[in-house]
Each structure stands twice: as structure tokens, then as C-alpha cells.
């Protein structure tokens, strides 16, 4: 499945990442710039905050546990309605597609 990531200056640039994988992996395997994803997606460090596309917010949802919410809070960048961790984002059939916004910052 495919998703677009878009920097925060706009550039944008579209990866396969593979089903299983999460959104976070995906942005590290293809060197995008605006994920860190320090803690290797054990949900501690969220440096990995993303901001789910408009289109995309009712299939993807909000977070996934209650340890997402919280460490959410943490994240650098505004934290939005449309956020979420990468990490914690998998990667479906039914998410072919996705676009992901990349905040200014993740520390
Ligand atoms: Fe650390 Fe997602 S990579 S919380």
C-alpha cells in the first residue's frame, strides 16, 4: 500500500510501505525527513507524531490505546485533532492511499 508523506514545507513524496509495517517504518526505510521515530515504535517517545489527512481520518482513527493518547500529549508540534503516532498507525489494504502531514518539528 501506498502513502504520501508531506513535509512540512510541502514537499511531498510517495512510498510503498509494506502491509504489517507501520507508518513510522515506512518513513524511515525511504529516509523522509520529518518522522524520527527514535524509540523504534515502542511508544515512548513520540517523535514519530504525524498528522492524519482530512480524507483520511475516518479510516484511519483516532489513537489506538490509551498510551497513544497520553504520550500524544507529549508530541513537540500542535497537537490536532487529525494527530496520531506513526508507529501506531499499521499499514491495511483498506489504507492504500493514505497521505500523512508532517509536523514542523518532533523534538
Ligand atoms: Fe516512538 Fe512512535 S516511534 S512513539
Not at 54 to 70: I, L, N
Not at 75 to 81: G, L, S, T
Not at 90 to 100: I, K, N, R, S
Request: proline share 5%; hydrophobic share 35%.
Amino acid at each position: 500500500p501506498k502513502v504520501t508523506y508531506i513535509e512540512h514545507d510541502g514537499r511531498s513524496q510517495v512510498f510503498d510501505v509494506p502491509l504489517g509495517e507501520n507508518v513510522m517504518r515506512g518513513a524511515l526505510y525511504n529516509g523522509v525527513e520529518g518522522i524520527v521515530g527514535e524509540c523504534g515504535g515502542g511508544l515512548s517517545c513520540a517523535t514519530c507524531h504525524c498528522y492524519v489527512d482530512e480524507a483520511w481520518t475516518g479510516r484511519v482513527g483516532g489513537p489506538s490505546s490509551q498510551a497513544e493518547e497520553e504520550l500524544l500529549e507529549s508530541a513537540a508540534a500542535e497537537v490536532k485533532p487529525n494527530s496520531r503516532l506513526s508507529c501506531q498507525i499499521e499499514m491495511t489494504e483498506a489504507l492504500d492511499g493514505l497521505v500523512v502531514h508532517l509536523p514542523e518539528t518532533q523534538y
